[in-house]
């Protein structure tokens, strides 16, 4: 057992809590690289929103036999991943980063690509192919961020739970297509 107190001192927590306010949730018990990682959640917030604009135009873009339910799925999963951006946006402004939304090289920052497809299955393909990116993307972020940042690393991981149930719609859709 160390003679290590548990928590911090009342007076000492009011103290600190009293310096730096203008940096809101950032304080000094705040263990992650913040330029790193709002530079990782602007890479994030990139991919999610090329996601959004492959989701759509598939959606928009939906013909054939299966289509009407296919293009449903897509506009389903199209507004997930715009809750996702929005999410690491608002935790890019509380860790006092400014979210990059400019056009201006967003296919770059962007692990996926935006690929159209061809046809229904080629759109599924793509689709899945950007969720797998996305997956392994952010279990390496997770990974990365650990305990230094507890807040960003649950809001990724519930992320992360999302998109691998994107990647099993789409392998559902694939093997209901009988591809």
């Known amino acids: ?21 203008e940096q809101g949730a950032v ?9 790193t ?15 959004v604009l492959r989701y759509r ?15 449903s799925e897509f506009l389903l999963h199209a507004n997930e991943e715009q809750a996702h951006a929005d999410q690491i946006a608002q935790r890019i402004v509380q860790l006092g980063g400014a979210p990059d939304f400019s056009p201006d090289g967003l296919a770059t920052r962007s692990h996926a690509e935006y690929v159209e497809g061809s046809d229904l299955i080629d759109m599924i393909k793509e689709d899945l192919i950007a969720e797998r990116i996305a997956i392994d993307s952010y279990r390496e972020v997770i990974g990365y961020l650990g305990n230094d ?10 992320i992360l739970a999302m998109e691998e149930e994107h990647a099993d719609d789409l392998v559902g859709l694939l093997e209901e297509m009988g591809s």
């Open 1 to 21: 057992m160390t003679d290590k107190p548990f928590l911090t001192d009342i007076k000492t927590l009011r103290k600190r809590a009293r310096k730096h306010i």
């Open 27 to 35: 304080t000094p018990g705040y263990k992650g690289d913040r330029e």
């Open 37 to 51: 990682v709002i530079k990782l959640l602007n890479e994030a917030l990139a991919t999610e929103i090329i996601c």
């Open 57 to 71: 135009r598939h959606h928009f873009m939906a013909a054939g036999i299966n289509a009407q339910s296919i293009a």
């Open 149 to 158: 940042d507890p807040t960003t690393r649950r809001m990724l991981e519930g």
